[in-house]
C-alpha cells in the first residue's frame, strides 16, 4: 500500500505525504509556541508554560487525523473529490475528547473553519458544569464525517503510529482564555498553512532579520541630530519654541522607565512624536529583550510616510529595508488556498499596520487573521493617534485584551495622540471592561496609565493656540458656498469631508470652476497611487499656493503636512483637532491660520449617518464655550468631554455586549463579527491589469505587491458594479478591464461619478 497523504499534487508540485506534513507542522507549531510562551506570565493557579505548550504539540500531531480515512486518501490521489469525501478536522477532535485533551480539541476543529462558540459541558440529571469543555459544539455537523469518524478513528489512529509511534495523549487541568486561545491557534495554523505554502511554492521563506535593537537606537539618535533645525536668526518665536518642545520629548521619551508598561503620550502635532516615541520603543525592547516592535495607525495612506522615516532611521548598513521595517497596509488576509500565500505576517523586527489590521486581528475567530497573532506577545506597541483608533463602543473589549496582553505576554503600550482622552478613568468604561452595567460602581482601581511626557502639556496648549484656531460656520453650506469660501481663504488649503462620494463630488466641482488647482486624496485610490499624491501634496506646499487638497478623514492622522486654511465637515472633536495639525503644523504661516467646521446642506453630499451623536457633541463644545478662537484649548479635557457625549446609554449597551460576549459567552463567530472596527465588510479589489494577469498566472508576487495596487470595496458595490473575483474560488476581485480608473484624481470613483450621474441628488453613503 502506497503511503498516506496529506496534499495532492497541483500547481506542478508533486503531492506531500501525510508523514512530512504533521512532521513539519508539529514542528513549527512548537517552536512558534516556545518563542511566544518565552514570554508568558501565568495566572495563579492557571495553566503554566508547559501546559499551553503540550495543547499546541498535541492539536498539531493530530490536526489532520481524518485524513486517513481511504475516501479522503482516495479524494487526494486522485486531485478530485470522491464520492465518500469527509471533513477531516472531526477524527482529531474525537480523538483529542475521548481522553480528555479538550483545549487540544477545540484547536483542530478550528483549523479551518477558526473558533466556534465555546460552552461548558454540564451534567444530564442538573445544570451542573462537570468541569470540561462541551466536546459537541467541536464535531463536524456533517452524517457521513461523523458516521465515519466514529467507526475508523481505530484505523486512523494505528496507521498515525506507524508513523508517529504511540497515539497517547495528556489531559488537561484548567481552562484558559479567549486571548490565549486565540494565540495558541495562531501557532497551529501558521505552522499548517506555512508548511501547506512552503510545499506548493506559494511562500517565499525569508530568513528573519535579527532585532538588534540597540545599534538602531543609537542609528535613530544620529538620525535624529542631523535633522534640520531653525536658524535661530531668522526663526520666529513659535519656530524656536517648538524645537525645543521637540529635543526636551525625544530626550524624555528616549530615557523613560522601559519597565512601565501602560503609557500615553499626548505631544501635541510638530511635536516629533514618530521619532521620540521610536526611540523609547527600542529602548524598552533592548531593556527587555523583546520580538517586535509594532506601530498601530488609524489610516492606510499615514503608513508610507512612517515607513520611509523609519527605513531612513533605523536601518543598518547592508540590511534590505523592507525586511527591517514591513509596511502592513488594509486587510490582505486571504481564506482561498491559492492566495493564502498572500497574507501579511509579523515576522519583521519593526511592523507598521492599521487600526483594522490590528484590532481585527485580535478579536477574529478566523484562521487567515490569526496567523500572524502568536507574535504579538513579547513585543512593544504603540497605538499612534489613537484617539482616531475605535468608535467608543469597541473600546472596552479592546482595552481588555490590550491589558491583558500587558499583564501575561509581556507587552509595552504607548497610547500617543496630541487630542487622547483618557478614557480607561472613566466610571462607566471601567465598570462596562469589568462586565457590569454602567450605572453600577467600578471594582477596584483603574490600571495605571503613566504619561510618557507630563511636563510638556501647558507650554504646548498655548503654543497650539498660536498656530492654530477653531471656528465654526452656524449655517449648513451648498457645495457652492462652500467653494466660494475656499477660493477667499488664504492658501494653500484643505478640505475634509465625511465619504469617499463627498470628496470625489466636491473635487470635480472645483476642477469644473477651473480657478485654482486641485488635488483629491481618498481610499478611492490604491495605495501606490496615493504615494503619488502625497508627493505631489509635499512639492505644490513648498512652490505654490492657490490651491486646494480636498480629502477624507485619512489625512487627519500623522501626515506631514502645512497648509494655511482648513475646513472640515462636521464629525468628532478629535478629527476637527487633528486636521488642525494639519494647518501651519510648523508654526510658520503666521497666527491668523484657522480650520473652519462647517455642514453640507447639499444633497449632492451623502454624509455618514453614524457620526449623527459626534457631531452633535462637537456642536454643544462650540455652543458653551469650550472651542473658543479667543482662548487656548485644553485639547485633553475637550475629547474627553467629546467622548462621554458620544458614549451614549445605547452606545454603552453595545460595549457591554461585547464584553461578555467574549468573557461570558465565548461566542467567539460573534465577537469577530460584533468587533470589526468597520462594521460594513469590505474586499480587495486589484486595480492594476499587469497584477491581474500575474495573479492568474500564478506568479508568485508578494503581499505587499498586491496591496499597493489594490482598493477596497463593499460587497454590494462589488456585486452592484458587476466586479468580478480573480478565480471563482476566490477572495481577492479583480477592476475590469474596462474600467475608467483614474490613478492621477478620482481613483474608482472617475467611472463611478459617471455611473451614478442619475442618482447623485438622493446621494449615496459610500
Known sequence: ???????????????????????????????????????????????????????????????????LDPAFQETLRRNCKSKYHIRHEDAGVAWLLKNGSDEAAGLVSAHHQGLVRYKQEVQIDRPVST????????????????????????????????????????????????????????????????????????????????????????RLDTFVENLPKPDKRTACMEETERQKIRDELYRTCRNADPEIRLRSCDAVVGSGKTTALMAHLLNVAATRNLRHVIVVLPYTNIIKQSVDVFRKALCLEGENPEEIVAEHHHQSDFKSHDIRHLTTLWQAPIIVTTAVQFFETLSSNSTSQLRKLHELPGSAVCLDEAHAMLPADLWPVCWNWLVEWTKRWNGHLILASGSLPTFWKLDEFRSICQGSDSSKPPRGNPPKVESISPGLRMRSEIAEHRRVKFVSEPNPLTGNQLIDLIEKAPGPRIVVVNTV???????????????MKVLHLTTALAPS??????????????????????????????????????????????????????????????????????????????????????????????????????????????????????????????????????????????????????????????????????????????????????????????????????????????????????????????????????????????
Open 529 to 766: 497611487h496615493r504615494a503619488i499624491i502625497i508627493d505631489r501634496i509635499k512639492a505644490m506646499l513648498r512652490h505654490q499656493t492657490n490651491w486646494v487638497l480636498v480629502a477624507t478623514s485619512l489625512v487627519e492622522g500623522g501626515l506631514d503636512f502645512s497648509f494655511c486654511s482648513g475646513f472640515r465637515q462636521r464629525a468628532t472633536a478629535a478629527s476637527m483637532i487633528q486636521l488642525g495639525g494639519r494647518v501651519n503644523r510648523n508654526a510658520n504661516r503666521g497666527e491668523n491660520c484657522t480650520v473652519l467646521d462647517f455642514d453640507f446642506s447639499d444633497p449632492l453630499f451623502p454624509d455618514n449617518p453614524s457620526l449623527r451623536v459626534s457631531k452633535a457633541a462637537l456642536g454643544e463644545l462650540f455652543a458653551n464655550g469650550s472651542i473658543s478662537p479667543d482662548r487656548p484649548c485644553d485639547l485633553t479635557a475637550i475629547c474627553l468631554a467629546a467622548m462621554e457625549a458620544e458614549f451614549q446609554p445605547k452606545s454603552q449597551e453595545s460595549a457591554l455586549k461585547k464584553v461578555r460576549l467574549e468573557s461570558c459567552d465565548t461566542n467567539y463567530p460573534k465577537v469577530a463579527l460584533e468587533c470589526r472596527v468597520i462594521q460594513t465588510e469590505t474586499h480587495t479589489v486589484v486595480v492594476d491589469q499587469e497584477m491581474i494577469k500575474r495573479l492568474l498566472r500564478f506568479e508568485k508576487v508578494s503581499s505587499l505587491e498586491v496591496m499597493k495596487v489594490s482598493v477596497q470595496m463593499y460587497p454590494h458595490k462589488i456585486l452592484k458594479l458587476g466586479i468580478e473575483p480573480l478565480r471563482s474560488d476566490s477572495d481577492l476581485f479583480r477592476l475590469p478591464e474596462s474600467w475608467n480608473y483614474d490613478p492621477d484624481f478620482l481613483g474608482y470613483m472617475a467611472d463611478f461619478l459617471d455611473q451614478i450621474n442619475a442618482g447623485i441628488p438622493s446621494g449615496y453613503f459610500i
Open 1 to 67: 500500500m502506497s503511503e498516506p497523504l496529506a496534499h495532492s499534487a497541483r500547481y506542478g508540485a508533486p503531492a506531500q505525504t501525510y508523514r512530512d506534513h504533521i512532521t513539519n507542522v508539529v514542528s513549527g507549531a512548537v517552536s512558534r509556541a516556545k518563542k511566544m510562551l518565552n514570554h508568558y506570565s501565568p495566572r495563579a493557579g492557571g495553566l503554566d508554560q508547559s501546559d499551553l505548550l503540550n495543547i499546541v504539540k498535541e492539536s498539531s500531531r493530530f490536526h489532520d487525523l481524518g485524513k
Open 131 to 218: 468541569g470540561r469543555l462541551d466536546g459537541s459544539v467541536f464535531r463536524i455537523d456533517d452524517e457521513l464525517t461523523r458516521i465515519a469518524t466514529d467507526q475508523s478513528t481505530e484505523s486512523y489512529l494505528n496507521d498515525h503510529e506507524a508513523n508517529f509511534g504511540p497515539r497517547s495523549v495528556d489531559g488537561e487541568a484548567g481552562r484558559i482564555d479567549g486571548l490565549t486561545r486565540r494565540l495558541l491557534l495562531s501557532c497551529l495554523v501558521d505552522s499548517d498553512h506555512s508548511d501547506t505554502a512552503n510545499h506548493y511554492g506559494n511562500e517565499n521563506h525569508v530568513e528573519r532579520s535579527l532585532p538588534r535593537w540597540t545599534e538602531r537606537l543609537e
Open 501 to 515: 462620494q463627498s470628496a470625489a463630488v466636491l473635487a470635480s466641482m472645483i476642477r469644473d470652476r477651473n480657478k
